[in-house]
């Protein structure tokens, strides 16, 4: 199983860009799917972004041409770049990992979204 460690959160006001950060070890990276998800206050976690190992991405409707996700096979590190904030993306952030029955996950990254 690879190990997650997210980075890169904090506040931003409406409008405002912040990149995150997941930097993996412990497995080959480059074999599997990473993702980003993220939860906020009292509801479900949801898809974010995914990238294969081809490097095919696929993102959800809420962050289309806002975010994007991106990896560094020879960093063994996925990003995920956030622009035009809005203070409904405040959430925590979860870095994804997955390749056959595997997967593992980050401890997160808080992401506040504020004036």
């Known amino acids: 199983q690879v190990q997650l460690v997210e980075s890169g959160g904090g506040l931003v006001q409406p409008g405002g860009s912040l990149r995150l950060s997941c930097a993996a070890s412990?497995?080959?990276?480059?074999?599997?799917?990473m993702g980003w998800y993220r939860q906020a206050p009292g509801k479900q976690r949801e898809l974010v972004a995914t990238?294969?190992?081809?490097?095919?991405?696929n993102y959800a409707d809420s962050v289309k041409g806002r975010f994007t996700i991106s990896r560094d096979n020879a960093k063994n590190t996925v990003y995920l770049q956030m622009n035009s904030l809005k203070p409904e993306d405040t959430a925590d952030y979860y870095c994804n990992g997955r390749v056959g029955l595997s997967v593992s996950w980050g401890q997160g990254t808080q992401v506040t979204v504020s004036s």
């Open positions: 990238i294969a190992s081809s490097g095919s991405t």
């Open positions: 412990g497995s080959i990276f480059s074999i599997y799917t």
